[in-house]
């Protein structure tokens, strides 16, 4: 089974979420994110479209409860050896099942945390499972219990990352010398995904983004393919995959003659990069990184065209985005702690001169700051 990581990672895995579950005086957890099935037992799977739960105890135990199509895919990918299935057939309710699970691992009338903030757990699961739940055990949303486990990184899971990261340098090589007046979307599509492809890596958690002309300001994947023009400007933000694990990177680059405008654009976004990877360092909030590159950016004349944000974590994460928690904005409390990834991207989009800037890389936090995970230049690339 192609589980990635040693016999001896995934049960401390196991041993560290059985410990959280009981200091949060819960008897079980009832997790519907896929990221913490995969951090937790190595189950690889998008069936988390259907209704699915892996109940994860204070004393261990996990059992994992899904449709008869992921059978396979937890033997195939996952150390789950207590797989329980529920049946298609008309009325069906897999919350009932669930229920019967519960009640058969002895934790009625006890106390659940569950992960409600999933998409793994759409709105009309929840109220059939809520009705299952009401007076047969106490429960309490813990979403963040196995997201705050997954988000400092092992060793080998940083080496994942660096990978990841060296696999999106290779898509953004291949972007540049596919970019010139009169390329087609498409194509540079098509040699960033294969770039990643051939060097091993894995599907993103959505879509490469990309848009030229004033499509370069949407910073959101849509349907539709142009070719550049001979003047044109091009965003892309995009993964490099291994194993799960990203590491993003974002980039516009400009066709033809340069508007000197946005060549100071450039300039303001790759000072403030450099501001916000200056603020990073363990023990430091992570509302002080987006303060950093609001500075630079409002004291450069672009205030009216930044974002809310300015970055987010980066780690295993699946459909239908690849952003993971937490998200770096102005008051975000949450401290840095060595070996996090974040990725952090600068982003001015002036709407009324229908022109875009970005400018963004992974990182890696250290004892003392960040390491920078991509080996390419921060330059304004003109082609």
Excluded at 112 to 135: M, P, T
Excluded at 181 to 190: M, S, Y
Excluded at 205 to 224: D, P, Q, Y
Excluded at 328 to 349: D, E, R, S
């Amino acid at each position: 089974m192609p589980i990635h990581f040693s016999i001896e990672e995934m049960a401390e895995r196991r041993e560290r979420a059985a410990s959280a579950i009981g200091s949060a005086e819960l008897d079980a957890l009832l997790v519907f994110k896929q990221e913490s099935m995969y951090w937790l037992t190595g189950y690889d799977t998008f069936g988390f479209a259907a209704f699915q739960c892996m109940v994860a105890t204070a004393d261990g135990r996990v059992v994992l409860l899904t449709r008869a199509p992921d059978r396979g895919t937890a033997l195939y990918t996952s150390n789950v050896d207590d797989l329980r299935v529920w049946t298609d057939v008309e009325g069906m309710n897999p919350a009932s099942d669930l229920r019967a699970l519960l009640a058969d691992l002895g934790l009625g009338g006890g106390r659940v945390g569950i992960e409600l903030d999933s998409y793994g757990l759409k709105a009309s699961n929840w109220r059939a499972l809520e009705a299952q739940l009401d007076g047969f055990v106490g429960w309490e949303d813990r979403s963040e219990l196995v997201q705050e486990l997954r988000r400092t990184k092992s060793p080998r899971e940083i080496e994942y990352h660096r990978r990841a990261a060296e696999l999106a340098d290779d898509a953004w090589d291949a972007a540049v010398a596919e970019t010139r007046a009169g390329a087609f979307e498409g194509d540079i599509l098509a040699e960033m995904q294969g770039a990643v492809f051939r060097g091993g890596g894995d599907y993103a958690g959505n879509e490469i983004i990309i848009g030229s002309g004033n499509g370069a300001l949407m910073v959101r994947s849509t349907a539709g393919r142009r070719s550049l023009d001979p003047n044109d400007q091009l965003t892309l933000e995009f993964c490099g995959v291994q194993r799960r694990y990203h590491a993003a990177m974002m980039r516009t680059i400009l066709v033809g003659d340069p508007q000197p405008g946005q060549v100071a654009m450039h300039a303001a976004c790759e000072e403030a990069l450099t501001a916000g990877e200056d603020a990073i360092a363990p023990g430091a909030a992570m509302g002080t990184v987006f303060d950093a590159h609001a500075e630079v950016l409002d004291d450069a004349g672009f205030g009216k065209h930044r974002l809310n944000a300015c970055g987010y974590g980066m780690g295993a994460v699946y459909a239908p985005i690849w952003v993971d928690w937490p998200m770096l904005y102005h008051g975000n409390p949450l401290t840095f702690a060595p070996n996090q990834v974040y990725f952090l991207h600068m982003i001015l989009l002036n709407f009324d001169d229908q022109v875009a800037m970005t400018l963004g890389h992974s990182v890696l936090v250290t004892e003392t700051g960040v390491e920078r995970l991509s080996r390419s230049s921060l330059e304004l690339v003109v082609r």
